[in-house]
């Protein structure tokens, strides 16, 4: 059976490309969602990727996930900083979490520094830009592996 990745994407990442692209580069959304559909085939996994603007529909795609995702991969965006509810779904999935984010959170701004997902996340990937998503999807299936052996 194929391992099921979930990677959710919080607000305004669908301005990926032209919002800020001094910080979060000149790469799309779109883009993102491309490499990673080819990385899943290769690395032979299913992938569903989604993105909202609305904490309320992040946090109902992590209830839904527990039962039709092995990992979860996120770029909570803005709601790293604040979100108790997206971090109360999170820490009832029972898989890995990889807490993805595009720009290096810890050399930001004072805003922009601590995530509060983090506590509840297996791993965190931040500061690599886009491929930053593809690192977190061979390291989910990493651990699914170690996992399941």
Known sequence: MKSRLL???GPNLNLLGVREPEIYGSTTLAAIEESCAANAD???VEL???QSN?????VAWIQEARHEADAIIINPAGY???SVPILDALKMFPGPIIETHISNIHARDEQHRHSILSAVS???ICGLGAYGYLV???SAV???GALRN
């Open 142 to 144: 990493n651990l699914l």
């Open 7 to 9: 990677i959710l994407n």
């Open 80 to 82: 790293s900083f604040h």
């Open 42 to 44: 290769v690395l032979g």
């Open 54 to 58: 609305h904490e309320g529909e992040l």
């Open 136 to 138: 977190a999807m061979q």
């Open 48 to 50: 569903k990727f989604l």
């Open 122 to 124: 297996t791993g965190v």
